[in-house]
């Protein structure tokens, strides 16, 4: 039987508006803990400025209700980092000075990468490195926008994998924004495609009916979750 | 009157702690592409040095006003029209240096623009020394939110970092630091402390930490060498010899660096 204790994210209701613009309009669902979210839906659709609102970084309207106990690591879409001289191990001691070790094999890389500079990294490298600092201080919520934006295609299937096992492994929830709806549904259990409202919130698997395909490729439908 | 021994010992001791700490600072201001504005600001100091001299109270203290209330002029205004702030300091800085040029007294004018060593006392150095100090402490208390912030703002925000209070609060530290140094280096020349040491250490720096010490002690190099080739030659403005001598040290840099790819 599910209880009030099982969900880690309420929303209802949110919206996000400029004075001329509507960002984000009406999005209600509720995520339970230790499962995976996908955010899917096209460019300008609001899916960035959803883990704003999560972030509280944008004025919204609405109710975000996180679980008392929430702790959320976040990683943006865009980082500046190849004009800057920084070292791996630098980077991670800005969150946390402990665990850089463990937190680097959890992702997959060794102690030798701490002192490379941030900079030469490859896509892959620098993209588990930030999931690295994401995970460093124990969060038990991860927001990823776009995980493996210049990654390659082998790459991105070995980081979906490697943010399940964490997920598994460590109990946490996890929020991801991703343009690949065909990788990211075997790694997630539910999915929200946005186009500024809601045109789908449910299973990850049932998107994939016939009867929904047009929330992909069609035009989009606002949908109201129903609870 | 500061005989002419003890001016070189108070000019040497101000041009190494300038030299460090406007190097530390600057290692900031170059990665956030913010050295137009290093150097620019320095000029918005003309008016309140010229204020100074006109109503007979400390310059350094009309400088330092000047520099404070246009960093935060230019701080509110980023934030208010979201133009970079090498904009705003350019349209700032030419306002600021037509004023200065016109009110300061004429005999003046050169000290103001390159400095002057023999003019520096024991007063001037043990404000330079604290303030020196000072800054560099509180810089490193919000280097790495700085760095943050330039890597990812939202990543910053999402850590706790107010980006906006942290900016301020460099550029007032900026702001102290150019005031101190305009006595050895002059107004038109103090930027170059705090833009070309940072640009050399960071041809050769792979992590944040050589780099800002680096930074700095290419800063206190250029600043001490260029103060006693000004003794050394008997030309009191040191301005020209701190840049001659920064630039030396860039130049070398930039050679090793480009030598070591064969």
């Known amino acids: 039987m599910e209880s009030h204790n099982d969900y880690i994210l309420k929303i209802s209701n949110l919206s996000v508006k400029l004075p001329n613009e509507t960002i984000l309009d009406n999005i209600s669902f509720e995520l339970k803990k230790g499962t995976t979210l996908a955010i899917v839906g096209p460019n300008g659709a609001g899916k960035t400025t959803l883990f704003r609102a999560f972030l509280n970084l944008v004025p919204y309207s609405g109710k975000i209700e996180w679980d008392n106990k929430v702790k959320i690591g976040y990683v943006p879409q865009r980082l500046s980092v190849s004009d800057i001289p920084i070292s791996v191990r630098e980077f991670l001691t800005f969150k946390s000075t402990s665990d850089l070790e463990n937190s680097l094999s959890s992702v997959g890389l060794d102690n030798s990468i701490l002192n490379k500079s941030l900079g030469v990294l490859s896509g892959g490298q620098l993209q588990r490195v930030l999931i690295a600092w994401a995970i460093i201080d124990k969060p038990n919520v991860l927001l990823f926008d776009e995980p493996t934006a210049g990654v390659d295609l082998d790459s991105e299937e070995a980081i979906y994998k490697m943010l399940n096992d964490l997920r598994k492994k460590n109990e946490i929830t996890i929020l991801l924004i991703s343009h690949d709806v065909h990788i990211i549904i075997n790694y997630s259990d539910y999915m929200l495609a946005l186009n500024k409202c809601m045109t789908f919130f449910g299973e990850s698997k049932e998107i994939m009916k016939p009867e929904l395909q047009s929330v992909i490729y069609g035009e989009p439908v606002c949908v109201e979750h129903h609870r | ?262």
């Open chain 2, 1 to 262: 009157m500061i005989s002419v021994a003890d001016a070189l010992t108070f000019s040497l001791l101000t041009g190494i702690f300038v030299g460090i700490s406007a190097g530390y600072l600057g290692s900031l201001m170059v990665l956030e592409k913010m050295a137009l504005v290093g150097d620019a600001l320095s000029h918005v100091a003309l008016p309140g040095l010229a204020l100074g001299i006109l109503y007979n109270f400390n310059p350094f203290l009309g400088a330092f006003a000047f520099l404070f209330v246009s960093a935060v002029i230019i701080w509110h205004l980023g934030r208010v029209t979201k133009l970079s702030y090498e904009t705003l300091v350019a349209a700032l800085f030419t306002l600021a240096l037509a004023i200065g040029i016109l009110i300061i007294p004429e005999p003046d004018l050169l000290e103001a623009l390159f400095g002057n060593i023999n003019n520096v006392s024991l007063l001037d150095t043990t404000i330079a020394v604290i303030i020196s100090v000072t800054t560099m402490i509180l810089v490193k208390t919000i280097y790495s939110k700085i760095v943050l912030g330039m890597i990812s703002e939202e990543l910053a925000t999402s850590t706790g970092v107010n980006v906006a209070r942290t900016n301020l609060l460099y550029l007032l530290l900026v702001s102290l630091v150019v005031a101190i140094g305009i006595k050895i280096v002059g107004t038109l020349l103090v930027g170059f402390l705090v833009v070309v040491p940072a640009a050399a250490a960071k041809n050769v720096s792979s992590n944040l930490l050589r780099y800002s010490v680096l930074s700095s002690v290419f800063g206190a190099v250029s600043s001490a060498s260029g103060v006693l080739l000004s003794s050394f030659l008997n030309q009191p403005k040191a301005g020209p010899f701190v840049v001659l001598s920064g630039i030396s040290i860039f130049l070398t840099v930039v050679i090793i660096k480009w030598a070591s790819k064969f």
